[in-house]
């Protein structure tokens, strides 16, 4: 399976019914073509929709109905398409019921970086902040190690932060990890992972209980 595939996949095992959730850029976007048979969830986008679906099939793209990758995607019945000054009312006022962001780093404490590399070019941090401030849980979805293999889970994150003691959940292409006031739990491990690789990828200390079980992606 693909890693971002899997951990769209695992993530989609978090909502429930009636659940306003927002979707950050990249891995998460993937979520809707994951969500399990029955469970129906209102996807949010911080561009200003309410109500997407996954990304639009060949032929039925519309131009004003983009996902926070600028993919094109539709819209479900009772959806909508709403400006920028209330979509951030609705961030900002505590209505999202979870938001799941990608990250350059997470610490311990729960601390995210996820806007930009020191020294790298700036973007902007667009609407992270009121995402991880607003949203009553924050998941992050990311691969557990940078491109030159060294782990995005730290002690300390060394990038400019995007929220202090925000994050709630890692999920990541080997490890399902807890962020509680004692430190990191390590709760699931992906297919083919053991603990031991889980430990030896991650440069934050783990609280690993006497039985950690594999993933379910089904």
Not at 19 to 29: A, S
Not at 148 to 165: E, M, R, V
């Amino acid at each position: 399976m693909d890693v971002r595939e899997l951990i769209a996949r695992r993530i989609s095992r978090e909502f429930k019914d009636g659940m306003l959730v927002n979707l950050g850029v990249g891995i998460p976007t993937l979520i809707p073509n994951f969500l399990p048979p029955g469970v129906s969830v209102w996807l949010e986008s911080e561009n200003g929709i309410i109500g997407f679906n996954g990304i639009a099939p060949k032929g039925e793209e519309y131009p004003f109905f983009i996902d926070a990758s600028k993919a094109f995607t539709t819209i479900r019945p009772g959806g909508c398409i709403i400006d920028s000054t209330l979509s951030f009312g609705v961030i900002r006022g505590g209505h999202l019921d979870c938001t799941v962001l990608g990250a350059l780093q997470v610490d311990e404490e729960g601390n995210l970086a996820n806007w930009i590399v020191p020294g790298g070019r700036l973007a902007g941090m667009g609407g992270a902040m009121d995402l991880v401030t607003g949203a009553k849980k924050v998941i992050i979805a990311t691969e557990h190690c940078s491109k030159d293999g060294k782990s995005k889970i730290l002690k300390k994150c060394t990038f400019p932060l995007t929220g202090i003691k925000v994050v709630d959940i890692i999920v990541t292409d080997m490890a399902y990890i807890e962020v509680t006031d004692k430190g990191l739990v390590l709760k699931e491990v992906a297919p083919g992972v053991s603990v031991q690789d889980v430990v030896a990828k991650t440069e934050a200390s783990l609280i690993i209980p006497p039985n950690v079980p594999e993933m379910n992606l089904n």
